[in-house]
């Protein structure tokens, strides 16, 4: 599951199969997804991405994915404004490496997953039959 999301995300970033599908999605069989998951905290991984006991290929340039709520526009869920794109959330991205609150590497990956496409779920639920993203004539 991890590595699956990790590529995807190194690969298609802006792509729907990298925001869309609710938290379980990030969670392939036999995982189940945890019975809560915790917003306030930071997750972050990198890619190319390796599992544990894998080494980075030399030269290799890397790229770090997180999620940090205090990053989060305050606006996230609102139909008519809601992140700078306009669109879905994306994982962010920085060029160093970002601190990461617990878990193993596989969890971080899934956690910014999960994460993500949950925000995701819940705005694209919350506007269905809107037409708050209609302009006003």
């Not at 940090?68 to 606006?75: F, G, L, N, S, T």
């Not at 994982?91 to 990956?109: C, H, I, M, R, Y």
Request: negative net charge; aromatic residues 10%; hydrophobic residues 30%.
């Amino acid at each position: 599951s991890a590595s699956t999301y990790a590529k995807l995300i190194e690969t298609n970033p802006t792509g729907q199969e990298a925001t869309t599908g609710g938290a379980s999605s990030c969670f392939l069989p036999p995982l189940t997804p945890p019975p809560f998951f915790h917003y306030c905290a930071r997750y972050s991984f990198e890619t190319p991405y390796h599992q544990v006991g894998e080494t980075n290929a030399e030269n290799s340039e890397i790229a770090y994915h997180f999620f940090a709520k205090r990053r989060v526009e305050h606006d996230v869920l609102d139909c008519a404004n809601g992140t700078s794109s306009g669109g879905a959330l994306e994982p962010f991205l920085a060029t160093s490496p970002q601190p990461k609150e617990g878990g193993d590497s596989d969890w971080n990956v899934l956690e910014v997953c999960a994460v993500v496409r949950a925000i995701n779920l819940a705005k694209e639920m919350g506007c269905k039959g809107s037409n708050a993203n209609e302009e006003v004539a």
